[in-house]
């Protein structure tokens, strides 16, 4: 029975994607068949996993590989595999859509520019371009796939044209086989049926594919006699079955034997990253913990590092034989963009996921990886590391919070911007030498960009007296510092909450200065919980700050961001006693206590304290009025 044949049209942003791949692809076009066989690799891998504890999946066919058929007359390539396969709705969900959550920021990234004339293949390799690139070398590809346990198969089939027919159809065997009707090939360009690219470009990218990849090739053997002897001179042709690759696991080699070559290659094919990693870190430990380990840093992190669920993190192997993928208990989150593979000879083939979480051996590895990472950072050279901070320092830092064993070791490899680090990173230590003799704290100061950041009024005083500020910028900073306290013994200290200790405040001004102060506290009742003199300001006449154990304005805007319901904290006004504006207000206020201006510049007061540390006014308009009442007094005056 077949079934009913839908044409389904491709969402727009997949079709963008397919022709940027396609644009942006075409001097790579080789790359296809790296793609197609690593999905299949995968499939293999996940069916493998599966039928650990459903063995009835893999039947009779327990052969798993992937083969490759070239006709040439048709002009046809096939790649198919006897891997877990997928379902109708599978179909659905993995081809005719994108799943991938960074589509649309990546379409923002590449730009029109780039949807017209595709972009750098670094970009769109980092994005991961998998089954579609097979529509850079094909006029049509035809899909026809059973999922392991399903008795109907599905088969997909588009042009690459803006849409796709799915149909179910009779499959005989489990799996996935892609059928690539090819484009013409120009002049000189490379022939994908043609025996000895096949074998070129499988040999290049996909030599340490863990399951035979085999082809029938044609041979010229000798004829037999009845006896068995070869004939004279005579020979036939015949097709024999052929495996291409080497299945070499690499990390089993010495690690002299390994070529930058070699880990490039086997970086992209676990993790489909196609930037070179940053750095890997390659290890064979004997011993009571016995395992080979191949992790690799990336250079970049994938657009949806944040939605997606980690896909390709750590392979686990036991004695060359596939485990699991993305194994997260090796791993702690703060390291969950390490990818790699290990492979523990002492490992139950049939462990679950839930029994390695308890598994001592898996904790042993876990926490001998996560020094050895840590060791390769501290190590790397200053241009890498700040690399590797740029892109995934926000996810590394959580480590000072989660791995409380390495802490110290965490604290030395975070990095900050300064106020006088000249827009570059500072480590702690750095920082600590350079404080001034009689600076008891870390200064630092949260909020979302270095710009507000670094001519925040809270900054004025220690500016002045030359002392160095750390400038947070990322949401987790706030609980980097709560949690890590202090560094080299010396408390981190905000430079927004809190009293400063810088001077000495003046009692006598103080006293001059208390019933205006009372009396704008009053105004601002519902605002502010405090007004007192600034310890804080040389310049601006207003800020806000809080109580060091308050909550941050920036912490407060996160939260609030979050969708999290925010006790509303009031703050506290600090206001420049040395500025003349206050000394005029003051003049006013002793004048006539009831001058009906005085609200007007209580409000104002407040309202430049907000924008002065990037905030909101809550009623512009009226902002703005006075403000051009002020100007036009001024003026005339
Ligand atoms: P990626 O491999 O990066 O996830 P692809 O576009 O290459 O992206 O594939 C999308 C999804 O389609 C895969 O994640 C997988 O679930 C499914 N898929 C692709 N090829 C196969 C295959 N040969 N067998 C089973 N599933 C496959």
Known sequence: MAGKVETHQFKTEVQQLMNIIIHSLYSHREIFLRELISNASDALDKLRFTSQTEPELLGDDTELKIRITADKKKRTLE??????????????????????????????????????NGVAPELIGQFGVGFYSAFIVADKVTLITRAA?????????????????IEVVDKKTRGTTILLKLKKAEKDEENFTEEWTIRGIVKKHSDFVAYPIVMDVEKT?????????????????VIREETLNSMKAIWTKDKKEVTEEEHNEFYRHISHDWNPPLAHLHLKLEGTTEYNALLYIPSKAPFDLFTQEQKHGIQLYSKRVFIMENC??????????????????DLNLNVSREILQQDALVRNIKK??????????????????ETFYAEFGHIFKAGISQDFDNKDKIASLLRYKTTSSDGKYSSLSDYVNRMKPDQKDIYYITGDSLTTLLNSPHLERLKEKDIEVLLMTDPIDEWVIRDLHEFEKKTFKSAEKGDLDLDKVDDKKQEEYSALFDFIKAG?????????????LKDSVSCLSGDAYDMSAYMEKILKASGQDVPKTKRVLELNMDHPLLAKIKAVYEQDKDALVLKDYTDLLFDLAVISEGGKVENPSKFGKLIGDLMVGAIDG
């Open 221 to 237: 053997e000798p004829v037999l006699d009845p006896d068995g002897k070869p004939e004279k001179d005579k020979t036939r042709k």
């Open 149 to 165: 346990g399903h008795e109907r198969g599905t088969k997909w089939e588009s042009t690459g044209d803006g849409s796709y027919t």
């Open 368 to 385: 001998n990886l996560v020094k050895k990472i840590l060791d390769l950072l501290a190590g790397l050279e200053q241009d890498k590391y």
């Open 328 to 345: 997260k208990e090796l791993m702690p989150q703060y390291l969950a963009f390490i990818k790699g593979v290990v492979d523990a000879p």
């Open 524 to 536: 601002l009742e519902d605002k502010v919980k405090e007004v007192k003199p600034s310890t804080h």
């Open 79 to 116: 790649i198919a595999d006897n891997g877990i396969g997928m379902t109708y709705d599978e179909v659905v969900e993995n081809i005719g859509t994108i799943a991938k959550s960074g589509t649309a920021g990546f379409l923002e990234t590449v730009g029109d520019a780039g949807l017209q």
